[in-house]
């Protein structure tokens, strides 16, 4: 059943994403980064209800908590805000492939914050991550749709602030449940856009005249913490990032069917090998989660 659970999660998030790059021609990224943490707390309410009323979540809260949900809504602001307008300039199955890479960024950095040596297994991970990412961005003289520089900036920003946010998310679990910890992140990133979108006159309007879609959004945003978090009490956190990395190949199958884009099939083999390269560190971190001693 956890497998199962990761692989529907891998679906909600692929809809998640395709919801996204919809929405990316008719609103701008700020407003739709927005409306991603606002259309999503109503279900938070529910889903938290029902969890108090079952007595699965006792709401207990640990010292530090407000420090890392501060730091994780913050970075989740910014790694959400640079995705939602990557997509107004690039194409699906880029921008989802360019964000899919934080875990490799986070490899990369985390030497330099820790003082951890890269592995040899590691290093041939980035450089298969590398050639695949490489694939997807390659362009032929001929392309009719060039990729904008813009979509990959914003994208790998998103990775970056992304790869942050993972390890402040690691830490904010440990002060509450990850139901708890995920509503507040919500709230809170939510409350740090605010005042961007109150920049612009109209925006607001912008959430009411396209709520469905953002409703759709944020029940998919739920189902997929949900799920997710239903798979982790039966499989290792590894596992289930690992199988939800299907997503990306997910993505770039939408990116063909519903948008057209172009070059699929080399996409597709460059999406192949970011998402080898993604598990297989995955992996390594199963076996050091395994090493004894």
């Not at 889903?47 to 989740?76: K, M, N, Q, Y």
């Not at 875990?103 to 985390?110: A, C, G, K, Q, V």
């Not at 001929?142 to 900036?153: F, G, M, Q, R, Y």
Request: glycine share 6%; charged share 15%; with cysteine.
């Amino acid at each position: 059943m956890g497998i199962i659970a990761a692989l529907i999660g891998a679906l909600c998030s692929a809809a998640k994403e395709i919801l996204s790059k919809q929405l990316s021609g008719k609103v701008d990224g700020t407003v739709s980064t927005f409306a991603s943490f606002l259309y999503a707390l109503p279900y938070y309410f529910v889903v938290l209800l029902l969890c108090w009323a079952c007595g699965w979540e006792d709401f207990h809260l640990a010292p530090g908590f407000f420090v890392w949900i501060v730091l994780r809504s913050l970075t989740d602001s910014f790694a959400e805000w640079f995705r939602m307008h990557a997509y107004a300039y690039g194409d699906l199955s880029v921008v989802v492939s360019l964000f899919s890479l934080y875990p490799i960024i986070l490899l990369i950095t985390s030497p330099l914050i820790t003082g951890d040596a890269l592995t040899v297994g590691g290093a041939v991970s980035v450089i298969i991550t590398i050639i695949g990412t490489s694939i997807i961005l390659y362009q032929p003289r001929n392309s009719k749709d060039p990729i904008h520089p813009k979509a990959i900036l914003l994208s790998l920003a998103a990775a970056v602030f992304f790869s942050l946010n993972s390890c402040f998310d690691r830490l904010a679990v440990q002060t509450a449940s990850p139901l708890v910890s995920g509503f507040t992140m919500t709230l809170l990133a939510g409350l740090f856009i605010l005042p961007i979108m109150l920049r612009k006159a109209g925006r607001f309007s912008e959430l009411k005249n396209h709520r469905k879609l953002f409703l759709q959004r944020g029940f998919f945003e739920i189902a997929f913490m949900t799920i997710k978090l239903y798979a982790l009490t039966m499989l290792q956190a590894p596992y289930v990032v690992g199988i939800q990395r299907i997503s990306v190949l997910l993505s770039v199958i939408s990116g063909r069917v519903l948008f057209k884009e172009e070059h699929f099939v080399r996409r597709m083999i460059g999406a192949v090998l970011v998402v080898v390269g993604v598990i297989s560190i995955v992996v390594q971190q199963l076996m050091l989660m395994h090493k004894p001693g």
